[in-house]
């Protein structure tokens, strides 16, 4: 059962451009939602997080929403750099179980 | 500290063979998960140990596989008589408590399996 859901399997924008990734979920028991980051022959880099309490969070670039009401969170990237090519994974946590979307990759263009 | 550490990062094995992966989690952190990922697919859980302990187990993890922490300090994931389908990427991670804002897991790089 696949709770956690990124229907976009890559994305490509423009060195300076906004990059929107998007995830939608089942479970409205989650209570932490999550953002990875994975480069090639890495394991995946934890990037933000957003508590269910919450509807945005920010970090530098990086800006987490969330819709509970719509069971969907985005990831806003402001301005892209080719240094954030890599695969995007959603994850979202329930009582320290986490599970992952299958993840979307983005190709920032100089 | 330099984070985790998987060994080793490549395992190719015959089918029917047994084999056995290495995690050095992050000294201070007490939890440590197991995940698997196949291609095109999200990590998927597959156990997780706080200290010594192993809390949970996901029904992913046949009585093929077994996964210790003896001392709650590093794990080994073992799979016996491996099948092609358990060709994967297996990933630890690793955490000082729970989950919460700004603070994740941490992963390491992973060893990718392939059964031949």
């Known amino acids: 059962d696949q709770q956690v859901k990124q229907n976009s399997p890559s994305l490509s924008v423009q060195e300076g451009r906004i990059s929107i990734l998007n995830c939608d979920y089942t479970n409205s028991m989650f209570d932490y939602f999550l953002w990875y980051k994975k480069y090639p022959a890495e394991g995946p880099t934890f990037l933000i997080s957003?508590?269910?309490?919450?509807d945005k969070n920010e970090d530098g670039r990086f800006t987490v929403f969330l819709n509970k009401s719509a069971k969907h969170l985005s990831l806003h990237i402001v301005p892209s750099q080719p240094g954030d090519s890599a695969v995007y994974f959603c994850a979202a946590s329930e009582n320290n179980d986490m599970r992952f979307g299958a993840g979307t990759r983005l190709t920032v263009k100089p | 500290d330099t984070g985790v550490s998987q060994d080793p990062r490549h395992k190719i094995t015959k089918r029917g063979q047994n084999v056995t992966f290495r995690c050095d989690p992050i000294s201070e952190h007490n939890r440590l998960y197991w995940y698997r990922q196949t291609l095109g697919q999200g990590p998927e859980f597959l156990t997780y140990f706080q200290n010594e302990a192993q809390l949970e187990k996901s029904r992913l993890l046949s009585d093929r596989f077994s996964a210790e922490r003896p001392k709650g300090s590093f794990s080994t994931l073992e799979i016996q008589r491996t099948e092609q389908g358990d060709s994967a990427m297996y990933l630890c991670?690793?955490?000082?408590?729970?989950?919460?804002?700004?603070?994740?897991?941490?992963f390491g790089s992973g060893t990718r399996l392939t059964v031949v």
């Open positions: 957003i508590s269910s309490i919450k």
């Open positions: 991670a690793s955490s000082l408590g729970p989950v919460g804002v700004m603070r994740g897991y941490t």
